[in-house]
């Protein structure tokens, strides 16, 4: 069994190089001779040793961290999104530190309060909407470098954004919509979600263009706490238990909302189809990963989830290099993509 040794100082001893040297080669091995490292190497070999990443950093000027705040874990979109994060992290030599906000405005706040703690080198936020105290995002922007990422709050329009063009991915669902049946009504949520209102205003806009009459359905909560796919379900099993849109196409403002606007139809021998002109048809928009494996399998609009993820990382050490000039907020926008499935 090898020897375990707890701190540089006993790795000192055992491999026989000083601390400095052995600091220098745990924050960057190419400043280190290339017999010593190899000297080093081996003798890490013979031992059992972790480097602490913290003390390994206390004397850089960069911690090499970057800080994401998400919404939700239990949401499969955003495990898509910091995924991406996360390998365009690796990919610059940073570490990534997550915190989740659960949905939770204080919790949000002390996630932030813990980036800075940390000295991390930036922040990468995913607010809640409307929920959030936007202070705290202020704050950090005055703190580090700092990039908005899926969802973008009106009070802070001078920060940098990247995210989806709900504009033009709203519109394009929209339009196949009214192509191959009944103009469609959006399910909405109530209104606190930046995302979901940017796409019912999207909705509005290309439904006035093609010249039909928009209908918004569920800006106001049917069920207490009922949330994504309990307000989906809770609207449409409303709307179906009495007679209405079960032969209309139905625009969810998430897939969510649609997996329980799914479940719905289910519960009301209803079977959403992409079948002949007319009937029901169900269709969201994100392109959630669980979205082909549904019965039926749901239509929707993809986000560029590996691109949005991509270009904040890049961004922001963009920003931490010290490569940006100037005042004016980058906005980013990566359009959609339309997923054709059975269910419209």
Partial sequence: MKPRIKTMEELSV?????????????????????????????????????????????????????????????????????????????????????????????????????????????????????????????????????????????????????????????????EYLCRVGDPPAFLAMPRVNFNALEREVAYIARMEKLGFEPEILGTE???????FEEHGEAVLGDAFAQGRLTDRSILCANDRVAIGALRAAAQHGLSPSRG??????????????????????LTTVAQNTDAIGEEAVSRIMQIIRGEVSGDEPEITLFDGELKLRESA
Avoid: W
């Fill in 14 to 174: 055992a491999i026989g190089v000083s601390r400095p040297t052995l600091s220098r080669f745990f924050q960057d091995p190419g400043s280190v001779k290339t017999k010593t490292v190899e000297r080093i190497q081996a003798g890490l070999e013979r031992v059992e040793y972790v480097p602490n990443f913290f003390a390994t950093r206390l004397n850089r000027k960069t911690t090499g961290i970057i800080g994401v705040i998400i919404p939700y874990l239990n949401d499969l979109f955003f495990t898509k999104l910091l995924q991406s994060v996360e390998v365009a992290a690796f990919e610059a030599g940073m570490t990534v530190i997550t915190q989740c906000s659960h949905s939770d405005p204080a919790i949000e706040a002390r996630a932030a309060e813990t980036l800075m703690s940390m000295n991390v080198d930036g922040a990468l936020v995913a607010p809640l909407g409307d929920q959030s105290d936007q202070s705290v995002h202020l704050r950090l922007k005055s703190r580090m470098p700092f990039v908005l990422l899926d969802s973008r709050p009106k009070s802070m329009p001078n920060v940098d954004f990247v995210g989806s063009n709900h504009t033009q991915s709203t519109g394009l669902i929209t």
């Fill in 276 to 297: 002949t002109k007319g009937g029901l048809r169900i269709a969201g928009h994100d392109d959630y990963p669980l979205c082909p494996f549904l019965t039926p399998a």
């Fill in 221 to 227: 909560a049917v069920r207490e706490n009922g949330y």
